[in-house]
T-cell receptor, first 112, second 113 residues
């Protein structure tokens, strides 16, 4: 049983396109996150959602729009993709934002 | 703003030796300090954590120490093995309701057999 799953695992696309990444957790957690990991492996938080409500938006361009239809899902839609968006995107979840985070397998996005 | 500094960025040790990774944080309200291990091509996974009411925690070959006054915490791995080779991230956040985790830049640990 996969605790936190993401689809797709790989995404290769052209500049200017719009794409979505989906995330689901079956741990019953109330908090979900999106992180961006760049080529230097730096992990930076993008968004935090608690009980479907946006809590943290870390000055991410508004081309990135997260959506949480319910507590178990947090999707990420990206408009007008740019070369600098190329990275690995990790979804994660935790309970009440204050403990261990469980990460998904990551989505490697390559913008050409 | 909040910041977590992590050193060294790269660490190479001989199998059986100890490895120490150090982090400092800036936000004095932080009270939860996890360490994550990320193997090549895999997801980060928690290996040990410590809360601010404790000064030290140990789990087999791994230990973490916390100095709240100095805002400094460290990961200690003893009797290193080749499978310990990975990138290690420290992090800091305000527990229970702290939704913003600040990660250090990571330490790439190589354990030579």
């Amino acid at each position: 049983d996969t605790a936190v799953s993401q689809t797709p695992k790989y995404l290769v696309t052209q500049m200017g396109n719009d794409k979505s990444i989906k995330c689901e957790q079956n741990l019953g957690h109330d908090t979900m996150y999106w992180y961006k990991q760049d080529s230097k492996k730096f992990l930076k938080i993008m968004f935090s959602y608690n009980n479907k409500e946006l809590i943290i938006n870390e000055t991410v361009p508004n081309r990135f729009s997260p959506k949480s239809p319910d507590k178990a899902h947090l999707n990420l839609h990206i408009n007008s993709l740019e070369l600098g968006d190329s990275a690995v995107y990790f979804c994660a979840s935790s309970q009440q934002g204050g403990g261990e985070q469980f990460f998904g397998p990551g989505t490697r996005l390559t913008v050409l | 703003g909040e910041n977590v500094e992590q050193h060294p960025s790269t660490l190479s040790v001989q199998e059986g030796d100890s490895a120490v990774i150090k982090c400092t944080y800036s936000d004095s309200a932080s009270n939860y300090f996890p360490w994550y291990k990320q193997e090549l091509g895999k997801r980060p996974q928690l290996i040990i954590d410590i809360r601010s009411n404790v000064g030290e925690k140990k789990d087999q070959r791994i230990a973490v120490t916390l100095n709240k006054t100095a805002k400094h915490f460290s990961l200690h791995i003893t009797e290193t093995q080749p499978e310990d080779s990975a990138v290690y991230f420290c992090a800091a956040l305000k527990g229970t309701g702290g939704f913003k985790t600040i990660f250090g830049a990571g330490t790439r640990l190589f354990v030579k057999a």
